[in-house]
């Protein structure tokens, strides 16, 4: 590579490389410590304070030992949570194969060979070296890892990240080159296919994040939960009040099998509307986080092979056995990534009606599940276990 500083026009790079499950953990150090907690104690603590108010007044009343069982519940849930994202954040699914990772001043080239993507610079969220690795970031935690051992050497590692960073600090437009389909596969020239156009909302991406109900809401839809969890718990305060009155006779006490079927019924509707309140309140909460990039006008293709997605900062193309699900959740037509994220979401509203929407669904759905199908042995080839690198960690890969 030519030094970066002796040249005037900086030089377009190449690096090639393979994932590791455990590489997810680089983009996890590029995070703050809010940033760490938010990630670690989301879950937990969501269903902790859901469930806080309704255990606490059932330990007020007679039947304190069904409170701490339910407690005993409510924490061993959460601790399990905990466990779960513990090991997502260790180690994740890798496609294998070898990925071929290009940089130049407009653009970065990603080819595999399930998928295909190129997007501006204006598409990345930021560049880190982080230990041994280069991270590029897009919004919302995906990207690109590459380990330094991938390089002909550290000062190459260290030329490729200076580099990368310069482009992405530089880059002010969109090149035209970025949604230029010649450079895309084969196998998107297909005459089968399925197209829409289309601009997602804020609310269909916060809905996507995995928040409750329908897309598109009113005021009512975020009142109805709030009002039945201030309704549920003010109904077990009343009868956890009721219990001290009966000590000085102020009130004949209702049958105890009735009221132990009560208190579990109030105390089941009041954990649920209290963590419904709390996912509308993280869903507030998404609405600000959402990238202006997700917002852009987008183009959608389906294929019998995959699918193509493209906007005016990117486009990509990737083959359905390394897609997850396909699917239609209320208004939204959705596809996941292999982590069950969703990676693109389709409304209803887009086509010109409910039968050519649902013709556009049939088809994705059947393709999706073909593909899948006739490729099984996927899921055997996909790394889930966490490795070591005990390799030379400046080794090339061409030798």
């Not at 982080?130 to 970031?137: E, G, N, P, S, T």
């Not at 080159?177 to 269909?204: C, E, F, K, M």
């Not at 109904?235 to 000085?248: C, E, S, V």
Request: with cysteine; aromatic share 10%.
């Amino acid at each position: 590579m030519t030094p970066l500083g002796s040249c005037p026009s900086w030089p377009v790079m190449e690096v090639k490389y393979e994932n590791q499950p455990a590489d997810i953990q680089y983009i996890v150090r590029t995070r703050s410590t809010w940033a760490l907690a938010e990630m670690f104690l989301t879950a937990p603590l969501m269903v902790l304070l859901a469930a806080a108010p309704a255990c606490g007044m059932l330990l007020l009343s007679r039947y304190f030992v069904a409170g701490v069982l339910v407690i005993a519940g409510v924490i061993f849930s959460a601790g399990w949570l905990f466990w779960k994202v513990r090991q997502a954040i260790r180690s994740s699914k890798v496609i294998p194969g070898v990925i071929r990772l290009r940089i130049t001043p407009a653009f970065l080239d990603v080819e595999h060979a399930e998928y295909r993507s190129r997007l501006s610079w204006l598409a990345i969220e930021s560049v880190h070296h982080v230990d041994d690795a280069l991270v590029i970031l897009q919004p919302m935690g995906r990207g690109y890892i590459v380990r330094d051992s991938f390089f002909k050497s550290a000062e190459a590692a260290q030329q490729f990240f200076a580099a990368a960073s310069q482009y992405h600090a530089s880059t002010k437009a969109v090149d035209p080159t970025v949604s230029d389909r010649s450079s895309l596969p084969a196998w998107t020239g297909d005459s089968s296919r399925h197209s829409i156009s289309y601009q997602n909302t804020i609310a269909q991406w916060t809905w996507a994040l995995k928040t409750i109900g329908a897309a598109n809401k009113t005021i009512f839809t975020y009142l109805y939960p709030i009002l039945l969890c201030v309704g549920s718990n003010g109904i077990l305060a009343y009868m956890t009040i009721g219990d001290f009155r009966q000590a000085d006779g102020g009130r004949v006490p209702l049958d105890s099998t009735f009221e132990l079927f009560l208190l579990m019924l109030l105390l089941l509707i009041s954990i649920a509307s209290s963590f419904a309140t709390l996912m509308l309140l993280r869903e507030l909460a998404n609405r600000v986080r959402i990238p202006d990039i997700w917002l852009l006008p987008k183009t959608v293709d389906i294929y019998p092979q995959g699918l193509v997605s493209g906007t005016s900062v990117g486009t990509s193309a990737i083959r359905w056995p390394v897609l997850g699900a396909a699917y239609r959740q209320k208004e939204l037509l959705c596809v996941d990534d292999q982590q069950g994220r969703p990676t693109v979401i389709v409304p209803a509203s887009a086509f010109p009606d409910e039968t050519a929407a649902e013709a556009f669904l049939a088809d994705m759905t059947a393709w999706n599940d073909a593909a899948i199908e006739a490729s099984a042995s996927i899921d055997d080839t996909l790394i889930v276990a966490e490795s070591v690198d005990d390799q030379n960690p400046y080794r090339s890969p061409q030798t």
